[in-house]
Nanobody, 124 residues
Framework: QVQLVESGGGLAQAGGSLRLSCAASGRAFSSYALGWFRQAPGKEREFVAVISWRGATTDYADSVKGRFTISRDNAKNTVYLQMNSLKPEDTAVYYC?????????????????WGQGTQVTVSS
């Protein structure tokens, strides 16, 4: 069992930056791939980024490539999402999730554990 708690959301201006954190508790954190997803009002939840269990491999949605960076610190049981050059369309609730089986996938259905989400609002 893994518990995930996101933090770091808030209000930013377009072009600004925010850094999200997701702290995990529970067993075997370092063996899970970790992903970030987001859900805007009236839209389905979508993939943002994922990082492999060792942190050696990452993948991003096309909409955030070159602007967002996912990283993890297994010693601190934490995964991060550095968001730069923010756009109003990045406004959403951001969720972190843990996948114990598949490795590096973008499908939300592959993930076993989810955080409660943190709101990110980007003003124009």
């Amino acid at each position: 069992q893994v518990q995930l708690v996101e933090s770091g959301g808030g209000l930013a201006q377009a072009g600004g930056s925010l850094r999200l954190s997701c702290a995990a508790s529970g067993r075997a954190f370092s063996s899970y791939a970790l992903g970030w997803f987001r859900q805007a009002p009236g839209k389905e939840r979508e993939f943002v980024a994922v990082i492999s269990w060792r942190g050696a491999t990452t993948d991003y949605a096309d909409s955030v490539k070159g602007r967002f960076t996912i990283s993890r610190d297994n010693a601190k049981n934490t995964v991060y999402l550095q968001m730069n050059s923010l756009k109003p369309e990045d406004t959403a609730v951001y969720y972190c999730a843990a996948d114990r089986t598949y490795g590096l996938v973008s499908s939300q259905y592959a993930y076993d554990y989810w955080g409660q989400g943190t709101q990110v609002t980007v003003s124009s």
